[in-house]
């Protein structure tokens, strides 16, 4: 198995990267090559003077870098000497089996969408991230790949997601539920009415209705479907409430002796849903529909983050994510053909 990580891509690059690299190959590097596809001067470099071991990687000279700045088509159709055009051109070409990396979020997925491209019935790949709920962590997508999607779309994010649940996640029957905003199957906008029948009519998923964005952190379901915009906001309301939470239980603790004491009782509680909250200890969000794996790690990634993002990558080859999905969506068409032909006779 051989995994494509942009050494070049994210806040913290190239140390970061090299740092999660290394673990990675330590941890779980069995029957795994990883190839780094960066400068290659400043790579060798940056490991030489921070002591880190390139043992197991191969390192790849690529001169052009991918900044936050750039226009996401500009630089997937025109900076094909970077480290993300390219490790998804490689990916493409079968050099590599799955594509990591902290850059651009916009020009990975542009890039995904037209070098990698997506499996039959999708058009456009959902950025898909793995969510920490109350009961247990569910995957939200899309998480702002897509602004705008029409019902068909959220209809096969459905399938997608139910797919990674089982895959990835290990969930044997995942539970599918919509956002919106009641749980009666005639709330929300006309696109969101139409998704609802088409995922109560789907074979291939258990949908268990809408979800109110009150309950979405509960975790009593494994997979929650929503446009690009709505999961955006999902997602930075969650970090920022999370966040603000933590801070408050802190200024509490910290009030007096007799609250700091309380608080060594706790400390392990404590330290045990900052772990849980740590987007770090998931590593990625996976771009599901594209036709090879392709994980986008967080931006400010650290060295946990990347080397996670390579165990999630590692897990979507040895599951043949994208060829599970591939099937299931196809099996989904051939349902709706059906339905169809019944309709018209």
Known sequence: MKILV????????????????????????????????????????????????????EVIDCREVVSMHDDPVKAARHKTDSSLVRGLTMLKNGEGDAFVSAGSTGALHVGAS????T?????????????PGLAQNYLLLDCGANVECRATTLNAFAVMGSVYAKK???RPDPAVALVNNGAEDT???????????????????????????????????????CDGFVGNVVLKLTEGVAKSLLGMLKDVFMHSIVTKLCYLGVKGGLKGIKHKMDSEEVGGAPLLGTAKPVIKAHGSSKAKGIKNAIRQARICVEEDLCGTM???LAELETADTTMKKGVEA
């Open 6 to 57: 942009d050494a070049m891509g994210g806040d913290n690059a190239p140390l970061c990267v090299l740092q999660g690299a290394a673990d990675a190959v330590r941890e779980f590097g069995d029957g795994m090559e990883l190839v780094l596809l960066g400068q290659a001067d400043v790579i060798e470099k940056t490991a030489k003077e921070n002591n880190i071991s390139l043992d197991g990687m």
């Open 114 to 117: 037209l070098i990698v491209r």
């Open 119 to 131: 499996v039959k019935g999708v058009k456009r790949p959902a950025l898909a991230t793995p969510m």
């Open 168 to 170: 990835v996640m290990g």
């Open 187 to 225: 709330k929300g906008t006309p696109i969101y009415r139409e998704a609802h029948g088409l995922m109560r009519e789907n074979p291939v998923i258990r949908f268990v209705g809408n979800i109110e964005p009150r309950d979405i952190p509960a975790g009593n379901v494994d997979v929650v479907v």
């Open 326 to 328: 591939s099937a299931a």
